[in-house]
């Protein structure tokens, strides 16, 4: 027998809403950006993480059901593109 993960197979506390921070990392994503560094710079200036981090915690936002409910157009855009990623490796 398997054993699940201390917090069940779906991540943290699947009953607990999604963070403030989680939210603000969905709607990071959402926004288009013009030029090189742009990006950077708003993950920087608004969430107050390094680009490294930001990135970390948006692929485990991808596999948190929450985050799905929250905002499943950009949560199934960016599983997609993961896809496709994986897929040519």
């Given at each position: 027998m398997t054993a699940?993960p201390?917090?069940?197979p779906?991540?943290?506390?699947d009953?607990a809403p999604?963070?403030?921070?989680d939210?603000?990392?969905l709607?990071v ?5 013009a030029g090189?560094g742009?990006k950077?710079?708003?993950i920087r ?5 390094s680009?490294?981090r930001?990135?970390q915690?948006l ?7 929450r ?9 199934n855009?960016?599983r ?10």
């Amino acid at each position: 027998m398997t054993a699940l993960p201390p917090n069940g197979p779906e991540g943290p506390d699947d009953a607990a809403p999604l963070s403030d921070r989680d939210r603000a990392v969905l709607a990071v994503e959402r926004q288009s950006w013009a030029g090189p560094g742009a990006k950077e710079r708003a993950i920087r200036e608004q969430l107050g993480i390094s680009p490294t981090r930001y990135y970390q915690l948006l692929n485990a936002l991808l596999d948190d059901r929450r985050a799905l409910e929250a905002d499943p157009v950009t949560v199934n855009r960016l599983r997609r593109v993961r896809e496709a990623r994986r897929g040519r490796r």
